[in-house]
């Protein structure tokens, strides 16, 4: 059977020249540490990379610390920024920011978010002019679960006029959107490879010049003092070859066109909902359920048939919970339990989302079947 893949929001195939790059440098002892020849090409690599995913995100100016991924990007976001005395959450974050605000012994804020997931901007103004510079706001570019875009720019506008710090995961962004360190004027940006054709293990944050952060681990000096450990060498070349390969033009032809084939086939649109679909998101999302057939049914349904989707994200599959972020949404659990992730890739194509509607629009029939059955025995 071959398979389709419609989760690349979990993580993406790794393009193969960023394989290929990888391999011929897999056998060459490097260490970015060491005086001679090798830990001299391990800078050079690094810096290349370092110096491509500045260039990528528009931070020239800025600092890039390489961590294992965008969770531990995250964790030096929140957890370095020692000076603060209150950090302000969005309810839709990833887990990784989420956990780790609650693990600091600062004062979390959460800040709530309308029926779209798009944060309440008034509440953000009330607190950064009540907490002025003592406060960090880390809030998300594009959500993982529904690829609802937040207004970065605007909430920035308002932690700076204010005096606060501001931290945004743009790990589901790069890629998908433009993200652009110095137009966000954010302070602190979150991004991972594996989420954009790169390899897994490796994420980096960016960091404005003027912030300094305590770091996580103890050890050596790599990372200019920030993040101890030596480097991944072949993972950091592979990230900078595969930002080499970011598209430059995306289409939401594929996403709409596939929003619009499930709406037209459902009689009683109450039956479904599109969530985020009345603000801009993500090419590359959607996030809908159906009422009468639980996430984990319809997950397993589509694998049988060879098609992976996801219930929500990555870091709670295997878990029956409703996701936090629709909840957050003020969503209903019983829609809520019925939702399922489709994300696709630079590789997914027309048919492949036709093969999808078809497994979708069986799993509705038998919602409809199962209900006209239920109907007539109570007749
Ligand atoms: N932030 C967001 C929005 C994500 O979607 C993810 C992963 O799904 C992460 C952070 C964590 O990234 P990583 O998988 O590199 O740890």
């Not at 798009?118 to 594009?142: G, N, Q, T």
Request: with cysteine; aromatic share 6%.
């Amino acid at each position: 059977m071959s398979h389709i893949f419609l989760d690349h929001n979990s993580t993406t195939p790794i393009k193969p020249l960023v394989k290929e790059t990888m391999f011929e440098v897999m056998d060459t002892p490097l260490n970015a540490s060491s005086i001679h020849y090798y830990g001299r090409k391990s800078k050079e690599i690094i810096n290349l990379s370092r110096k491509k995913i500045l260039n990528a995100v528009n931070a020239k100016n800025a600092e890039i610390i390489f961590t294992s991924s965008g969770t531990e990007a995250n964790n030096l976001a929140i957890k370095g920024m020692h000076d603060v005395d209150f950090i302000a959450v969005s309810a839709v974050e990833h887990i990784s920011v989420l956990k780790s605000a609650s693990s600091t012994d600062k004062v979390i804020i959460e800040i709530p978010v309308d029926r779209n997931g798009i944060v309440d901007i008034e509440f953000i103004k009330r607190i950064a002019e009540e907490h002025k510079k003592r406060i960090l706001f880390s809030i998300m570019l594009a959500n993982n679960e529904t690829g609802v875009i937040q207004h970065i720019k605007a909430i920035s506008e308002i932690v700076r006029e204010y005096g606060g710090y501001m931290h945004c995961d743009a790990v589901q962004a790069l890629g998908k959107i433009d993200v652009d360190f110095t137009a966000l004027d954010v302070d602190l940006l979150s991004l991972s490879s594996h989420k954009v054709g790169g390899p897994q293990g490796v994420g980096a944050l960016v960091i404005k010049e003027t912030i300094s952060l305590k770091p996580m681990i103890d050890g050596g000096a790599q990372e200019n003092n920030n993040r101890a450990g030596t480097e991944n060498i072949p993972a950091i070349l592979g990230f900078g070859m595969a930002i080499d390969l970011l598209s430059k033009e995306v289409s939401n032809d594929l996403i709409n066109y596939t929003e619009n084939s499930i709406y037209d086939y459902v009689d009683d649109k109450t039956d479904i909902e599109i969530f985020g679909r009345d603000v801009s998101r993500v090419y590359n999302t959607t996030f809908v359920a159906m009422k009468g057939m639980d996430s984990q049914t319809q997950v397993i349904n589509f694998d049988l048939a060879g098609i992976a989707v996801s219930n929500g994200s990555a870091c709670s599959s295997g878990t029956v919970k409703n996701s936090h972020v629709l909840k957050a949404m003020s969503i209903n659990d019983e829609i809520a339990s019925c939702a399922v992730r489709v994300s696709i890739g630079e590789e997914t194509t027309k048919s492949d989302m036709d093969r999808f509607l078809e497994v979708w629009k069986n799993n509705y029939e038998k919602v409809k079947n199962r209900n006209n059955i239920c109907e007539r025995k109570n007749a």
